[in-house]
């Protein structure tokens, strides 16, 4: 990883994780502006907090569900299973793609509910509930001020949706664009020039870590 990187991350999920990808990439000049907010949405807990077995596609799902209290919970990629676990809940783990959690689900004879977000990228077969919204924000000024700059920003894509919003949010940018994507359905999704693009070879934080240094030593050679 280099130590003194050309490029600016601009990191736009919540803050939380974004802070979290920061932290990972100690050296590099960083700014934080959230092009999604998550929020909670009233719903009915005490069916979650009953269920046998939870779904977990994303982290933000984990505390609707209430404390784990040794239920099942099949999550999505390690960072899910890690807070699920943290909850008190028996985790199964997939590989950071929806589609992994369909063989766990068809193999688990317990009951499931999906709480899940208001957008969601792909509907698994079990009943689902809407616990959070994910409601898009404006680029902060000092956003759109890195992006009016002749330089090269890095501009990671966590998912579809993001990367649909971050398209226009981009819109006119002067700097040179490199983006890293999680998936290749978050980089599909994009729409905006991009001097390079890269997707990360697994959809969770670690790879996309690599891919940014990827990028940075491509610049360096």
Do not use: K, N
């Not at 940018?173 to 890293?180: D, G, I, P």
Request: hydrophobic share 50%; charged share 15%; aromatic share 4%.
């Amino acid at each position: 990883m280099p130590t003194a990187p050309r490029a600016t991350l601009l990191l736009t999920r919540p803050m939380p994780d974004s802070r979290r990808i920061a932290a990972m990439l100690p050296d590099w000049p960083v700014v934080i502006a959230p092009i999604l907010r998550i929020e909670p949405v009233p719903h009915d807990a005490a069916a979650l907090h009953a269920a046998p077995g939870l779904v977990f596609t994303s982290g933000h799902a984990v505390a609707s569900a209430g404390p784990g209290r040794g239920r099942l919970a099949l999550c999505v990629g390690s960072r899910t299973g890690d807070l699920a676990r943290a909850a008190g809940f028996d985790v199964r783990e997939g590989d950071g793609f929806a589609e992994s959690l369909l063989p766990l689900i068809a193999s688990t004879g317990v009951s499931l509910v999906h709480p899940h977000g208001r957008h969601l990228a792909r509907r698994l077969p079990v009943p689902g509930v809407v616990v959070y919204d994910q409601l898009p924000q404006p680029l902060t000024p000092e956003a759109l001020d890195l992006l009016s700059r002749p330089a090269p920003v890095v501009l990671p894509l966590f998912s579809p949706r993001s990367a649909r919003l971050l398209t226009d949010a981009v819109a006119g940018a002067v700097a040179a664009l490199w983006v890293v994507a999680i998936s290749d359905a978050a980089r599909a999704a994009f729409g905006a020039p991009a001097e390079r693009a890269l997707t990360a070879a697994r959809p969770d934080a670690a790879a996309l870590v690599a891919a940014i240094g990827q990028i940075a030593r491509a610049e360096q050679s």
